[in-house]
């Protein structure tokens, strides 16, 4: 009779083990000549050799299938335990599977545009209004790419910008108060990843979740950069986050360049930044458009009514300045006035 003890270190155990401990005990079941006890990630089981040896081995079938589908179920148990291998449904486009098995992928022609363009670049900006999705594809590509080991860790940035509010009448300290601004990120990282494994890599700094005014000084190496709302960041910032990419790293930078929030007299960095890098090689840039939004119907219908305004109010400027200039009022004239 010998001991082993299993680590389970790839996936949550909560995922692993089933509601109720339902699959640890199925496994109990189909291994009924050895002891076993599993608590967090290390499974104890006791027996002669040669099962022992089986059955780590199927363990780490089970793990791999686990960290790969986020679920782990009954007939998949029997399946690999008796040597059959569990039917895999695989879906070309799927990026990740997410929480309970879920398959995220690109669900329009840009998002699957982005998967494509991440992979031949490590620098990758993707333009677009709201609801198109380049947030979330952008952190399910992080994740994959952590989860097959790709990188080490998962760097993920925002301007903490106000949107009309004033940071300071935020209650709390500074961590409460930039918290509501970096929610979005946090958002889709819960859907990607079991609550618990999730803890573990924030806990860990393997994912880290930051301002961007925290990234000045540091060099980002192994590591999958995601900059979301890339439009309020100044020129400065901007130039300052793109030197962080360091040696095995790739970066995403998100933005939508219709929902700038800086002060009028301050230049949007991403703006400068897409005119700068237009043509150099190992960048490349995915522009989503309101056919991409994949929010609730509406929220393309408000995108298009406000594209109809800023258009109508172009033209009223327009006429303005030409019925002026017809009229010999020049910009010195209405200075003056």
């Known amino acids: 009779m010998i001991e082993r003890i299993i680590i389970i270190d790839k996936v949550d155990p909560v995922t692993f083990y089933g509601v109720n401990n339902a699959n640890i005990q199925l496994i109990r079941n189909l291994f009924p000549k050895l002891r076993m006890a599993a608590r967090g990630t290390i499974i104890k089981v006791i027996g002669d050799d040669a099962e022992t040896s089986v059955f ?36 070309d486009d ?34 677009g209004p709201a609801g198109t999705g380049k947030t979330y594809v952008a952190i399910a590509l992080a994740v994959r790419a952590l989860k097959n ?19 300071g009448f935020l209650p709390g300290d500074m961590k409460d108060k930039i918290d509501p601004y970096l929610q979005p990120l946090y958002d889709a990282l819960e859907d990607m990843i079991p609550a618990a494994k999730l803890k573990e890599y924030m806990e860990g700094n393997v994912i880290q979740i ?38 095995g790293s790739k970066m995403i930078i998100t933005g939508d360049v219709t929902q700038i929030d800086l002060p009028r007299t301050t230049q949007s960095g991403l703006v400068q930044a897409l005119g700068i890098l237009r043509g150099v090689p190992g960048i490349g840039r995915v522009e989503f458009d309101k056919k991409d939004i994949v929010r609730h119907k509406l929220v393309q219908r408000i995108v298009e009514a406000y594209e109809r305004h800023d258009e109508a109010v172009r033209a009223e400027a327009a006429a303005e300045r030409a019925a002026r200039k017809a009229a010999g009022i020049t910009e010195t004239d209405n200075k003056t006035e």
């Open 149 to 167: 080991r790709e990188v080490r860790k998962i760097i993920l940035s925002r301007p903490a910008v106000e949107a009309g509010e004033k940071l």
């Open 94 to 127: 799927v990026i990740i599977y997410g929480v309970n098995g879920k398959p995220i992928s690109g669900r329009t022609p840009n998002q699957q545009l982005l998967v494509n363009t991440f992979k031949k670049n490590d620098l990758t900006f993707a333009l």
């Open 56 to 91: 780590e081995e199927k363990i780490k079938k089970l793990e791999d299938y686990c960290a790969k589908y986020n679920k782990l179920t009954s007939e998949v148990i029997i399946d690999t335990v008796r040597g059959e291998s569990p039917k895999e449904i695989e879906l």
């Open 210 to 247: 930051a301002p961007l005014a925290f990234m000045r000084g540091r060099t980002l190496n192994e590591a999958v950069i995601v900059l979301d709302e890339a439009q309020n960041t100044t020129t400065h910032q901007i130039k300052m986050f793109l030197t962080r990419l360091g040696m």
